[in-house]
């Protein structure tokens, strides 16, 4: 019927989202055994004819060649997903680090706790001699001039940012809201297990809640507003005869093709609607907080790149996941 075969285009959109307006038909023509010619020639030439003397360079080696075929094969045989902005490949390719990511914890999971340190600094041997983040933010919660710009820093700025991408991820204020002051809970609540989740009130309420997640919320949402009114012809480059006009459709190109408006409750909700959207903001909560007793247990300083790159894999298998 009309209802199941609706049901059934929006679920196949999600999971594997064609391409309809294809521009640049160069990059959308399939180059298997081009791509995998290219990837075996590569791998024997680097597999002997380099000096494998050094043992740390031969697994970096291997480590870093078993990433990439797995890319080559999420390229191949993966689903486009939800996006297909810039390009479905990239998107294929964040699968592709998702299953790499888990294979990882997985494998971890096996490991004794020494031996788990003792790769991470095989890693990076910056983290030789680290110890655990022991700073504790409400030792001295006077509000004053300099108590506000000693808290001041980078992480503000980074905090910012994450909530102006977490709205435009969520969608809806409620949700945004509701997230954020769950977080503040949620660090209260695990204070003392670590003793950087200890802040001033006015920490809390004032520079994390209003300014950081408030600001990033009312940020993230006027962006979603823009893209959902938003109305563009996609044209193809072979179309256009300027060189500004190619240029600014290959930067257009990095835009998201289409924005939904997504609506997580309304009166005619069910329960299990409202289940899932409760499981949906523990998840959440459990992510964020995984963060830090990951950094905490595993002996990484906060400034590391590792928690970088761990949160961008994050955002990239979070997006299309909660889409």
Not at 72 to 92: E, T
Not at 191 to 198: D, E, G, K, M, R
């Amino acid at each position: 019927d009309s209802s199941g075969s609706a049901t059934w285009y929006q679920t196949h959109e999600v999971f594997d989202k064609k391409v309809n307006n294809i521009t640049f038909d160069f990059f959308y023509k399939p180059r298997t055994l081009t791509l995998l010619v290219v990837l075996l020639v590569t791998m024997f030439i680097f597999s002997f004819w380099r000096d494998d003397a050094v043992t740390d360079s031969n697994v970096w080696m291997g480590i870093v060649f078993v990433v990439i075929v797995l890319e080559v094969i999420s390229i191949l045989a993966f689903p486009n997903g939800p996006f297909i902005r810039p390009h479905p490949a990239i998107w294929r390719m964040g699968f592709g680090l998702s299953v790499a990511y888990m294979l990882i914890l997985i494998f971890a999971l096996f490991q004794k706790y020494q031996d788990i340190v003792a790769a991470l600094q095989w890693l990076d041997p910056s983290l030789v001699g680290e110890g655990p983040d022991l700073t504790d933010y409400a030792v001295d919660c006077s509000l004053t001039l300099a108590n506000v710009r000693s808290r001041i820093d980078v992480f503000i700025l980074g905090h910012l940012i994450g909530w102006i991408l977490k709205a435009m991820v969520i969608r809806d204020v409620i949700l945004c809201w509701v997230n954020s002051i769950m977080w503040e809970v949620t660090e209260v609540a695990f204070a003392h297990l670590l003793a950087n989740f200890n802040e001033c009130w006015w920490d809390i309420w004032i520079l994390d809640i209003l300014l950081c997640n408030g600001l990033g919320i009312v940020i993230g949402l006027y962006l979603c507003k823009k893209l959902e009114v938003r109305r563009l012809n996609w044209a193809s480059f072979k179309d256009l005869r300027w060189p500004r006009d190619k240029i600014k459709r290959a930067v257009l190109q990095f835009t998201p093709e289409s924005w939904t408006h997504v609506r997580w409750l309304d009166p005619s909700s069910t329960y299990m609607r409202y289940a899932a959207i409760s499981i949906f903001v523990i998840l959440w909560q459990v992510s964020e907080l995984n963060t830090f007793f990951l950094k905490h247990i595993f002996l990484i300083p906060t400034t590391n790149l590792i928690n970088t790159y761990r949160l961008v894999l994050i955002g990239i298998m979070a997006a299309p996941a909660i889409r």
